[in-house]
């Protein structure tokens, strides 16, 4: 979901994209962090931190115990 809203609000999403991490939750959380920047890049005016952005961007659901089904 994060790579998704990274390519779509990034300038050049090919230099947006972070590199491969060590691990799956590494991958995960580069993403977040990638996507946070890609608002602040588009928005100058969001200064929020990054958790804000991400709870923003997943409807809060970024720690729920499960995600939706799909189609909801």
């Known amino acids: 979901m994060f790579t998704s809203h990274l390519v779509a609000l990034a300038g ?3 230099l947006a994209l972070p590199a491969p991490a060590r691990s799956v939750f590494a991958d995960a959380v580069a993403a977040v962090i990638a996507a946070a920047m ?7 005016v969001v200064t929020a931190p990054i958790w804000q952005v991400a709870s923003a961007v997943s409807r809060g659901l ?3 115990p499960s995600w939706p089904p799909p189609g909801r």
Do not use: K, N
Request: no cysteine; net charge positive; aromatic share 8%.
């Open 38 to 44: 890609a608002v602040r890049g588009r928005f100058p």
């Open 62 to 64: 970024l720690l729920a």
């Open 12 to 14: 050049d999403p090919s």
